[in-house]
C-alpha cells in the first residue's frame, strides 16, 4: 500500500490582479475576458475608484476560477464556452 502524503495548500490570498495579469493568466484577449464576466462566466472585478474606470480581480477567485475548469487532452473543449466555439459556415 502507498502510503504518499499529500499537502494541499488553501489560498487565502487577498492579492488584486489588473487586467493585463488576468489575461496573461487566462490565456484570452480582452473582449472574451468581459463577455465571460456580462455571462457570469467568470469573476466580475472589483472597482478600485469611485467611477470604476480602475479594476482589479481578486486573485483568489480568479485562480479558483482556473483550478475549476477541466484539463483537455491536447485539443479545445468548447463546451464550457460555446459562444466562444468557431462557427460552421
Same mark, same amino acid.
Given at each position: 500500500?502507498?502510503h504518499?502524503?499529500?499537502?494541499?495548500?488553501?489560498?487565502?490570498?487577498?492579492?488584486?490582479?489588473?487586467?493585463?495579469?488576468?489575461?496573461?493568466? +487566462?490565456?484570452?484577449?480582452?473582449?472574451?475576458?468581459?463577455?465571460?464576466?456580462?455571462l457570469?462566466?467568470?469573476?466580475?472585478?472589483?472597482?478600485?475608484?469611485?467611477?470604476?474606470s480602475?479594476?482589479?480581480?481578486?486573485?483568489a477567485?480568479?485562480?479558483?476560477? +482556473?483550478?475549476?475548469?477541466?484539463?483537455?487532452?491536447?485539443?479545445?473543449?468548447?463546451?464550457?464556452?460555446?459562444?466562444d466555439?468557431?462557427?460552421?459556415?
Amino acid at each position: 500500500m502507498d502510503h504518499m502524503m499529500t499537502t494541499v495548500t488553501t489560498s487565502t490570498s487577498t492579492r488584486l490582479l489588473r487586467l493585463r495579469e488576468v489575461l496573461h493568466r +487566462i490565456g484570452v484577449g480582452r473582449t472574451t475576458l468581459y463577455r465571460w464576466v456580462r455571462l457570469g462566466q467568470f469573476p466580475r472585478p472589483r472597482s478600485l475608484t469611485p467611477n470604476g474606470s480602475t479594476v482589479a480581480w481578486m486573485e483568489a477567485e480568479v485562480e479558483a476560477w +482556473i483550478t475549476s475548469k477541466p484539463a483537455t487532452s491536447g485539443g479545445t473543449s468548447w463546451g464550457t464556452f460555446a459562444s466562444d466555439a468557431p462557427q460552421a459556415a
